[in-house]
């Protein structure tokens, strides 16, 4: 009777576990998409110099633009350029920016 009551806690519990692991699953699969963000650089001259404009396209498409973050590296300085946040409409939906 003992073992009757036991598998049966068991099998509720693992079906409980069950039932919360599909949303959550889904839920993480459709945040993180694995699709990379596409990225374009413009520069006018093929050298990179102090007062070289250049411009940068940047565009996710499907879950948006969240966070942008521009560094220049020489050497081991680092130097940044722009560090900016955007508007999102929550954790499992899409950023309002998309390029």
């Known amino acids: 009777m003992k073992e009757k009551k036991k ?6 519990i693992a079906a409980l576990c069950l039932v ?3 949303p959550i699953g889904w839920g993480l ?3 993180f998409e694995g699709e990379t963000p596409g990225v374009q ?7 990179f110099g102090m007062y070289q ?8 498409r499907k879950s948006g633009l969240r966070h942008v973050r521009i560094e ?6 680092t ?6 946040d955007f508007p ?3 954790f499992f939906k899409t950023g309002v920016i998309q390029e």
């Open 53 to 60: 404009p250049f411009s940068v396209t940047l565009s996710d």
């Open 79 to 84: 130097y940044l350029i722009l560090d900016r």
């Open 7 to 12: 598998s049966i806690k068991l099998r509720l």
């Open 29 to 31: 699969l459709k945040r």
């Open 72 to 77: 220049c590296i020489q050497g081991k300085q």
């Open 88 to 90: 999102s409409e929550g």
């Open 20 to 22: 919360l692991m599909i």
């Open 41 to 47: 650089l413009t520069l006018p001259k093929p050298v």
